[in-house]
T-cell receptor, first 116, second 115 residues
């Protein structure tokens, strides 16, 4: 139980285009979902926290107009990187909290974004 | 503010040898503590967690960690490592006091296994 999936697992796009990444909790209802960014050989940096049906809370320094987060249901959250640029290239990981253990985050496998 | 320090960036141990990965935290109240493991290009897998109670916590894959409040530490241990344990290990601290709860990760320790 407590499986989180992400789609796509990797994506390559041209500079200036937008990319949507999906995060799904497959076997539990996620009351809260988190989006992280991880640069090579570095730790995870929290970008934003989203609760189903409400606006996401962004961490300081994260542009909310560039990284659009939607948490429309208890099993799905999406991150859209708008007008992507090469510096947005990174590994994006989502996590979800809920289900049997409401105090533990379960992580998705991550999405590798490369912006050319 | 919460913070987590993993002083060792990279550790190499021989297969079959014991392992200890260090983690120190800074948090005003009793912390929620986690150890996660990440294989290359993958997401994070929870190894174990401490919320309260017994300070020696058993996890998956033969790992354990001990919470020591006096030292603000939560070191991860394994008595005998296997080549498949080679990965990146993250210690994390969390607070679940409100809807603004979140996890703060340490910088990670890369574990290499010597055959």
């Amino acid at each position: 139980g407590a499986v989180v999936s992400q789609h796509p697992s990797w994506v390559i796009c041209k500079s200036g285009t937008s990319v949507k990444i999906e995060c799904r909790s497959l076997d539990f209802q996620a009351t809260t979902m988190f989006w992280y960014r991880q640069f090579p050989k570095q730790s995870l940096m929290l970008m934003a926290t989203s609760n189903e049906g409400s606006k996401a809370t962004y961490e300081q320094g994260v542009e909310k107009d560039k990284f659009l987060i939607n948490h429309a249901s208890l099993t799905l959250s999406t991150l859209t990187v708008t007008s992507a640029h090469p510096e947005d290239s990174s590994f994006y990981i989502c996590s979800a909290k809920g289900g049997l253990s409401t105090d533990t985050q379960y992580f998705g496998p991550g999405t590798r974004l490369t912006v050319l | 503010a919460q913070s987590v320090t993993q002083p060792d960036i990279h550790i190499t141990v021989s297969e079959g040898a014991s392992l200890e990965l260090r983690c120190n935290y800074s948090y005003g109240a009793t912390p929620y503590l986690f150890w996660y493991v990440q294989s290359p290009g993958q997401g994070l897998q929870l190894l174990l967690k401490y919320f309260s109670g017994d300070t020696l916590v058993q996890g998956i894959k033969g790992f354990e960690a001990e919470f020591k409040r006096s030292q603000s530490s939560f070191n991860l241990r394994k008595p005998s490592v296997h080549w498949s344990d080679a990965a990146e290990y993250f210690c994390a601290v969390g607070a679940w006091a409100s809807s603004a709860s979140k996890i703060i990760f340490g910088s990670g320790t890369r574990l290499s296994i010597r055959p």
